[in-house]
């Protein structure tokens, strides 16, 4: 029996310096994912996205003082003045590259510019721990999409820190909807950091439904409905959740249980059915409907994408960059990626060749 030799450290940088001018270990990610489907291990119908960071190895740059902007003149702008300030704002706004602009702008880009403009080089990032205190660190986020029956990684995308999460669930959206064949795919569960009506949007154009936590913005309090935005009586009961019609896009509620004993009740006065089209307000209306149990039970799915996030970590080094700069830390995102499916992949397939071996 022979072993090659290891390679040198010359030929493991000049390996890298290769890797990160191509997009080779995306195709052999994309590759692995349409293996696992063809052979039937990716049947889900349910998709978590999250992102979660990871430090990079090189030195954080020192804190950079801001020039003091000029004062403002004072009193409103003349005519003249206010047309030639929106021009001037319309012009850099056009300008400014594709993820420095609203995530509205992502809908009617293309697969291909949404993930070759993606920012990478290593920057500060911040997010709340669990006691709502902020956490920085300098470096990368990873987002990814995962099958929350399945647990395979079905798209993934590298970024800097800065980038904020709700900007990475698009690309990775589109890449499921135009790369893979899923076919009993119907649902997108995220966090409240992805509440965002182009992201809902995007969803609803693949033809499947948005399961995303509710994110309040100094939103007043919806008159006549309750906090998941179901319709209240006069009394202010909350009406029950009870179907919905895909062909119609409605949601149907029925009355409260309360209206037993309610008073009201003979008088003609009280609904008992409402019909709610989720078009209406793609944010607020979804099916299964808000607050519901099945709403609560598909969310809960979420835990999938977590857990995978916490084994490339833990298990397969993602938190162990080793080389310096954006583009060589996305080739060990890649490659941290890859090899966690190639694992998935070879694991499924003991596991159907034992099973098939005990039906034997």
């Known amino acids: 029996m022979f072993l090659d030799p290891i390679p040198s450290e010359a030929s493991y940088s000049r390996l890298f310096a290769k890797l990160k001018e191509t997009n080779a270990l995306e195709k052999a990610q994309e590759k692995v994912v349409l293996q696992a489907i063809a052979e039937g291990f990716i049947i889900d119908d349910t998709v978590a996205i999250d992102a979660t960071h990871f430090e990079a190895r090189d030195q954080a740059p020192l804190k950079e003082e801001k020039p003091k902007p000029e004062p403002k003149k004072r009193g409103s702008k003349s005519k003249e003045e206010r047309e030639q300030w929106l021009k001037e704002k319309a012009e850099k706004e056009a300008n400014m590259p594709l993820y420095d ?157 309360e209206c037993k004993d309610c008073p009201l009740a003979n008088e003609g006065i009280c609904q008992k059915v409402f019909k709610m089209k989720i078009t209406k307000d793609l944010r607020r209306y979804t099916a299964p409907a808000r607050g519901s149990k099945a709403w609560k039970a598909i969310y809960n799915r979420r835990s999938a994408v977590e857990r995978v996030n916490a084994y490339l970590k833990e298990f397969f080094q993602l938190n162990n960059v080793r080389n310096r700069t954006g583009e060589r830390a996305k080739v060990h995102f890649d490659i941290v990626t890859l090899m966690y499916n190639a694992s998935k992949l070879a694991a499924d397939r003991i596991n159907a060749e034992l099973n098939l071996q005990q039906a034997a």
């Open 101 to 257: 602009k609203k995530i509205e702008a992502q809908l009617d880009a293309s697969l291909t510019e949404l993930r070759d403009e993606v920012p990478r080089d290593p920057q500060w990032g911040v997010k709340k721990n669990s006691e709502g205190k902020n956490e920085f660190w300098f470096g990368y986020k990873g987002h990814l999409a995962v099958g929350t029956s399945s647990q395979y990684i079905l798209q993934s995308l590298f970024s800097s820190g800065k980038m904020n999460d709700g900007k990475g669930a698009i690309p990775l959206l589109k890449g499921i909807d135009e790369r893979l064949p899923l076919p009993n795919l119907c649902y997108q569960t995220m966090d409240a950091g992805y509440d965002f009506e182009p992201i809902y949007q995007q969803v609803y154009q693949m033809g499947q439904q948005s399961i995303i936590a509710y994110n309040k913005r100094n939103e007043s309090e919806p008159i006549g409905f309750d906090k998941y935005f179901a319709p209240t009586c006069f009394r202010e009961h909350s009406y029950r959740y009870d179907s919905y019609d895909a062909k119609y896009e409605t949601l149907k509620y029925t009355s409260p249980k």
